[in-house]
């Protein structure tokens, strides 16, 4: 009987031991930050955000083609920021001289994102934006489940159990008429909205030379009335190929590409 009800209560024990392990992280690093290694990088992180590591195992490649694309001097906008694991690389090999610029509308993440930004002391050189970025400007839906990485601007999209907020939307050509200062590199990471998102930013791609490395949902695009075949033949108008992560020419799209002239 003694065994039964000890078993009975080791969930509730693990429970407690979870709690108190995530109270003194939170009490050890509340100021100064957790510290973490991404690839090469170290960086300071809120304790919520230490699985940016799993995230960067999960996205090695994407990463590494950030910290090889974003350089001195450039503008760098993370379109899906989240907590900042790619703002965080950018922000680190632009300098002062260079800007990253972060969207990002899920109420939860944007608070870490900032607090992870201001962690690491690159206040000067990023701007965090709390606007979810599509083809237009205005108000919208959107779905989110607290920090996780898995919000939605349909809710066919998002988890079962995620809250439905209104956002505001900007495009990214609106954004750049009104700061003046269009990208050299973009991330876009939008859960099957990517079609909207790139025909929203057509005059800032068309103006210079931009690198966009972009994640495709291929299960989410038609929710948002898109397919591979529309992504690619938009692109191809406006003069962008298809790459892999080490610049490799594709024929066709996969999971993690990179668009450029």
Partial sequence: MKTTRLIRRLPLVRHSLKRCYEIGLRSLYAKRGMPIAVGNDLFRVAVESRTMVSSYEGEEAVYDAMARLAGDRMTVFDIGANEGLFALCAAKRVGSGGRVVCFEPAPEALRLLRHNIRLNGFQSRVDVVGKLVADRCGWERFYVN?????????????????????????????FVEATGRPPDVVKIDVEGAELRVLQGMEAALTRGDVFVLCEIHPA???????????????????????YDMRMHRLTALQQHVIFAK
């Fill in 146 to 174: 607290g920090k996780s990485g898995y919000n939605s601007q349909s809710k066919e999209a998002a988890p079962s159990h995620a809250d439905p907020i209104q956002v505001e939307t900007v495009s990214i050509d609106a």
């Fill in 220 to 242: 989410c695009l038609g929710i948002f009335h898109a397919s591979e075949r529309d992504i690619v033949a938009f692109m191809e108008r406006i003069g962008f190929g298809i």
